[in-house]
């Protein structure tokens, strides 16, 4: 018969952990269970609409809005959140030193050519370029704008922005 | 706002979610996508008692072609699948036309095209896309299968033709009889705006004649329009600069828009006009580059 969840507990598959949710509402939003219920803070809630892309998360290597998504949709699908990019030593206590000397490739461009104002659009934003470049290591002008159209951000005017994803496609293109 | 309390279920199979929206009793949604539904719910527009998610139901992701061109599309089916598929670029011009400028990338890659023939937004670019091309849809509900032809499925503003208990499976388009031409154009505000105006013209064409033609409109009227005198002054004719005006100035006047936020209604009558004769215009060139 079809699995009715109501109060229970369930497991969802975040940053390539089995992370429970223990006692909480099946109909709760899957940003809300990230944020609320599983200290994972960097996905934002702004409109909770799906129009402003604060929120975006990877579900089985899809870019998506998690304030759309329901927690119980998600449970089976790989999650990854803005945390998750890091590749973290948890032997390291989390200084500013230690933490600058793991963010990505991309959070650094972000920095560097100061895409990154209030910073509230910043995690989906980051979370939205890194799935860009993970498919296509090579997009032009019109497929970066167009990839990100879906992340709202108030502050920048976008110019930095897309000169971040600019230094990291010239960055990587080196390395390779 | 957070929604009201719901069940959740989580059927396995197509029968199991019927039979759940049975027992439901018209107080159970389906769940596809979500992404006009949750919006929905958390503006309290819906209230579902119980909400029946049919991501877990294996085999309705599909896009396929049969043999002799008839276009099938699964209710899984999400945009970004209808946006990235070579097999839609090149054989039916108005569907991939209308796939990359639904929503944004983000919302494509959740949403489905059968959820919104469901959610019938007047200002949803499938049902036009569907209604231009003659598409129909696949009900499934306790006494079986039927087909409802898109031009009949929308009802009115947010209303569809499904009876409580029955599942749209899939979206039919069927198989043309010419050569299959078109386009769909869509004026928004910014990237990721419900249209201000959008325009799907599907035709189909064989030795130079139009044999069969479909004009929908999106965002111009309280639902869906079929401009269906439009579409038919094309029909056994080849297209001129003349009958293009003629059918331009007939989709304007099947128009009804309002004006609102996003322009007056004779703005948006205009952007009607104009969109039919750039569409079609774009038809004529890439006939003649076929011959
Ligand atoms: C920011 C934003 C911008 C958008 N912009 C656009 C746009 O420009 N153009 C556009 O066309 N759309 C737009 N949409 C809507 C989007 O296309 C949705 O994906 C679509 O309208 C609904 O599809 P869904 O799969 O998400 O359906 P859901 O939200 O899951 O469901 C919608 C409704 O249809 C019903 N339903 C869904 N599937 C079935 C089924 N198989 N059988 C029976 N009933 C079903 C549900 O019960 C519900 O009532 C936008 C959405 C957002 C959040
Ligand atoms: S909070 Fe999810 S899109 Fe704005
Ligand atoms: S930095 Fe403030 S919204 Fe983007």
């Known amino acids: 018969m079809s699995e009715s969840i109501g109060n229970e507990m369930y497991t969802l598959r975040i940053n390539g952990q089995d992370r429970p949710v223990v006692d909480a509402w099946v109909g709760e939003s899957l940003l809300y269970v990230l944020r609320e219920r599983l200290e994972l803070p960097g996905a934002k809630g702004a409109c909770e609409q799906g129009e402003c892309g604060s929120c975006t998360v990877l579900m089985d290597g899809d870019a998506v809005c998690s304030c759309l998504v329901m927690a119980a949709t998600a449970v089976g699908a790989e999650i990854v959140t803005v945390e998750g990019l890091i590749e973290k030593d948890p032997s390291m206590a989390a200084t500013a030193e230690v933490i600058a000397s793991q963010i990505t490739d991309v959070q650094q461009a972000f920095i560097t050519e100061g895409g990154v104002q209030c910073g509230f659009c910043t995690p989906g934003l980051i979370v939205a370029v890194h799935h860009l470049l993970d498919k296509n290591p090579d997009p032009t002008e019109l497929q970066v704008k167009e990839s990100i159209s879906g992340n709202i951000c108030r502050c920048t005017g976008y110019g930095r922005i897309f000169a971040a994803v600019e230094a990291v496609v010239q960055v990587r293109k080196a390395s390779r | 706002m957070y929604p009201t309390r719901f069940n959740y279920e989580s059927p396995k199979s197509i029968a199991e979610a019927i039979a759940l929206l049975h027992q439901g009793g018209g107080e159970a949604k389906i769940l596809a996508g979500g992404q006009s539904l949750v919006p929905m719910m958390r503006l309290r527009f819906a209230a579902p008692e119980m909400i029946v998610d049919i991501n877990n139901i294996p085999g309705l992701d599909y896009l396929t072609v049969d043999a002799d061109g008839t276009i099938h599309i699964g209710a899984l089916c999400r945009h970004s699948d209808l946006e990235k598929s070579s097999l839609l ?54 006494n079986g299968r039927r087909s409802i032809p898109a031009a009949d499925f929308v009802k009115g503003p947010f209303q569809n033709m499904l009876a409580f208990d029955e599942i749209a499976i899939e979206a039919i388009v069927p198989a043309p009889k010419g050569i299959p031409n078109g386009g769909y154009l869509k004026l928004e505000r910014r990237v990721g705006d419900f249209a201000t105006a959008g325009v799907a013209v599907a035709v189909e064409s064989s030795q130079g004649l139009i044999i069969r033609a479909g004009i929908g409109l999106t965002g111009v009227g309280g639902s869906t329009i079929n401009a269906t005198a439009a579409a038919q002054s094309l029909v056994g004719a080849p297209l001129t600069a003349g009958s293009i005006a003629h059918a331009a100035d007939l989709a304007a006047q099947a128009a009804q828009p309002r004006s609102d936020h996003r322009g007056s209604a004779s703005y948006k009558r205009q952007i009607v006009k104009t969109f039919v004769v750039r569409i079609l215009s774009g038809v004529v060139e890439s006939m003649e580059r076929a011959a």
Not at chain 2, 118 to 139: F, K, R
Request: with cysteine; proline share 9%.
């Open chain 2, 89 to 142: 670029m090149a054989h039916q011009p108005t569907m991939a036309a209308a796939a990359p400028v639904i929503a944004d990338p983000i919302v494509r890659n959740r949403g489905t095209l059968v959820g919104s023939l469901c959610h019938a937004d007047p200002q949803g670019d499938w049902s036009s896309v569907m209604m231009a091309l003659g598409g129909i849809v696949v009900a499934q509900g306790p």
